[in-house]
């Protein structure tokens, strides 16, 4: 009987896991295991476009020439190779993969001149970032998201904001007070994803054998998706293009 | 009535044992004063709804009922759990006493009326009908509610200190502007998280959305209003403080707009 009564309560708390987590588990999937012969995936994200340039007015008060004084990271690309930056490549839907190694020191993001710096940041789910304010001024730090529990902070100068990120979503950060102020906070699941740099570089390595499902996001650009197969200890060159939209 | 209802909605074993004991909880404590809130959606919460509610927030709470057009501010988009009038901490989901105050009280300002041609019974009963519109009650729960020091006298030194929070140290003015008519620097540029031009509250008005007492301005202050730009000073005051903010803020309200 006692028996019973106990399978009862756990069938019970499997139902309703399931029933109350259904959206968290279907993202949730992701197991850690050795990696032994995994591949590694180079290259760059390219955009072959035109830049807009809108932006903050960083030299309003300068006597320049109306495009110098306007500066925007919406939209940066190297003119010499076209590298994107601050574009997000990651593996779509893997499942199973090498060791989620949360950063011992944790992401910063500030505010200095009444911008974010950095501009975007990729963590693995399960990150805590420092947000700062570094202007002799109030400011505030906004996220819209649903997943993670969103917040509209209030900060002072020297003070830190610390927030841990647990589940895989794309959020903005912004401050009301500075309308063009923002950033971007970019969780993803599992550790297979890099941040291009200025030259549009990203590199991930130890990508078990197979075909997978790459994708990557930019937020003016949006997303694009692409197929490649990894071979067993073997480094795969690989660009991503954005044509102009 | 309740039991039964529960019964009809869900025919199978299992949610019956489940919510059983729940509802036998929520049905023993019947005193005068506090309402019982049901665990789930019941009958009585969905046709409540749907009659009174649903003009206005839409049969799905995305804030888009027939008579949501022409109307600022909008009503609630219940999708995202964003309620601005909470006990919780930023951003977190409202507690069921949170939502059942806003919906007896309303929202001043707005054509959100309170509900008290409703019984307790129905107010209490479309809780879970609006919390069932956000998969953000599904994941995650609301934080304990902030602690609510011991008021302090509402001195003069009160609210001198207060005057220099607002002015200086948390630049409320910013965006309430320095007499607290809503028309700081920032002000004009305002939207809340669904892209609806929102402007801050002008404190001369005196018809506080979220309540008049000293309570009622600490907690908003302190908690934030979710979905909107007014942030939450959770970490830069002390209790006294806050005290003194708020005696400051009430000080701002002109006696004619009080009158109305």
Partial sequence: ?245 | MKPKVLLDKVGFWRATAVTGAALMLSIAPMTVSAVNIPTEVTDLGKDTYKKYCSPCHGEEGKGDGPLARSMLPKPRDFTRGAYKFRTTPSGSLPTDEDIYRTVSYGVPNSTMIPWDILTEEQRASVIPVLKSFSEAFEVRKPDAPVTVGLPLRPTERAIEEGKKIYEEKLECWKCHGVEGRGDGPSAAEQEDDFGFPIKPFDFTTGKFKGGNSAQDVYLRFTTGLNGTPMPSFAKELTDEQRWCLTYYVMSLVKPEGTKK
């Avoid at chain 1, 309003?60 to 690309?77: N, P, V």
């Avoid at chain 1, 501009?119 to 570094?134: F, M, R």
């Avoid at chain 1, 694009?224 to 073997?234: A, Q, S």
Wanted: proline content about 4%; glycine content about 6%; charged content about 25%.
């Fill in chain 1, 1 to 245: 009987m006692k028996q019973i009564l106990f399978l009862i309560i756990l069938f019970e708390f499997f139902c309703c896991n399931f029933i109350y987590s259904k959206d968290i588990l279907t993202e949730k999937n992701y197991t850690e295991i050795e990696v032994r012969d995994g591949g590694t995936v180079i290259g760059n994200v390219k955009y072959m476009g035109v830049p807009a340039a809108v932006g903050k007015n960083l030299y309003r008060d300068w006597e320049l020439s109306d495009a110098s004084k306007t500066a925007s990271e919406k939209l940066i690309f190297s003119k010499i190779n076209n590298g994107l930056k601050n574009a997000v490549v990651s593996l779509k839907d893997i499942t199973q993969g090498k060791k989620k190694i949360i950063p011992a020191i944790r992401p910063i993001i500030d505010q200095q001149n009444d911008c974010f710096i950095p501009h975007a940041i990729a963590i693995v789910s399960g990150t805590t970032v420092d947000i700062l304010n570094g202007d002799e001024q109030m400011h505030n730090v906004h996220t819209r998201s649903t997943r993670n529990q969103p917040f509209n902070l209030g900060t002072t100068y020297k003070q830190r904001i610390s927030k841990r990120f647990d589940y895989p979503e794309i959020i903005k950060v912004t401050c009301d007070l500075h309308k063009h102020a923002y950033a971007w906070i970019v969780v993803i699941e599992h550790p297979y994803f890099d941040m291009t740099d200025r030259n549009g570089y990203f590199e991930i390595c130890d990508i078990p054998p197979g075909t997978h499902k790459f994708q990557v996001w930019h937020e003016e650009l949006g997303n694009i998706e692409k197929e490649v197969t990894i071979h067993p200890k073997e480094i795969t060159t690989i660009d991503f293009i954005y044509s102009q939209h």
